[in-house]
């Protein structure tokens, strides 16, 4: 898929979380991260970021939601666990896309909900840890890029991948939104 993709927090509370997703984004490919009403301390997040992923990527340190600014055609994809909520595995993603989470002991605000341009769920029964739910996301964000092809129909690995340049990123959506800004 040709594109780019951030992906970030509000209100963080556990700056080792942070860490974790920053290196878990660091791995996917990721061309950004960032916080939102959260300070990110290199000195404890990079416990669980051995990755060093803010050395390595720009890392957007907004002190609210104000300051909030994505390049141009970049929608804002709030992660939160809602009945209105489009399901991950439904979810067709964007080629330019920032993902958002909310804080481990809480949601993302009504105010930041009110700016995403979809939002979508993770099916579980209850939330998962932060780091856990933006890997789910961009792990999905991989696997749907048609890159791998179909998967194999028996059980194991088919035997080739297909070809490098019949790669293609799928096509981009519709102005409708599945999520209704309230």
Same mark, same amino acid.
């Given at each position: 898929?040709?594109?780019?993709?951030?992906?970030?927090?509000?209100?963080?509370?556990?700056?080792?979380?942070?860490? %974790?997703?920053?290196?878990?984004?660091?791995?996917?490919?990721?061309?950004?991260?960032?916080?939102?009403?959260?300070?990110?301390?290199? *000195?404890?997040?990079?416990? *669980?970021?051995?990755?060093? *992923?803010?050395?390595?990527?720009?890392?957007?340190?907004?002190?609210?939601?104000?300051?909030?600014?994505?390049?141009?055609?970049?929608?804002?994809? /709030?992660?939160? =666990?809602?009945?209105?909520?489009?399901?991950?595995?439904?979810?067709?993603?964007?080629?330019?896309?920032?993902?958002?989470?909310?804080?481990?002991? /809480?949601?993302? %605000?009504?105010?930041?909900?009110?700016?995403?341009?979809?939002?979508?769920?993770?099916?579980?029964?209850?939330?998962?840890?932060? *780091?856990?739910?933006?890997? =789910?996301?961009?792990?999905?964000?991989?696997?749907?890029?048609?890159?791998?092809?179909?998967?194999?129909?028996?059980? /194991?690995?088919?035997?080739?991948?297909?070809?490098?340049?019949?790669?293609?990123?799928?096509?981009?959506?519709?102005?409708?939104?599945?999520?209704?800004?309230?």
């Amino acid at each position: 898929m040709s594109g780019y993709f951030g992906i970030g927090v509000e209100g963080l509370s556990k700056p080792m979380n942070a860490g %974790s997703l920053f290196r878990t984004a660091n791995a996917f490919g990721a061309s950004f991260v960032f916080t939102i009403g959260a300070t990110y301390h290199l *000195a404890h997040g990079q416990r *669980a970021d051995t990755s060093r *992923a803010v050395r390595s990527l720009p890392h957007y340190d907004w002190a609210d939601l104000s300051a909030l600014v994505l390049p141009r055609g970049c929608p804002l994809i /709030g992660v939160e =666990l809602l009945e209105e909520a489009c399901e991950l595995p439904r979810f067709r993603h964007p080629v330019r896309a920032a993902y958002v989470l909310g804080p481990e002991r /809480g949601s993302v %605000s009504p105010d930041l909900m009110a700016r995403c341009d979809e939002v979508i769920q993770i099916p579980t029964q209850f939330c998962v840890n932060v *780091a856990i739910a933006g890997a =789910l996301v961009m792990y999905d964000r991989l696997i749907s890029t048609a890159r791998f092809g179909a998967r194999a129909q028996n059980l /194991g690995a088919p035997r080739a991948l297909p070809a490098p340049e019949t790669w293609r990123a799928p096509p981009e959506r519709s102005a409708s939104r599945s999520f209704e800004k309230g």
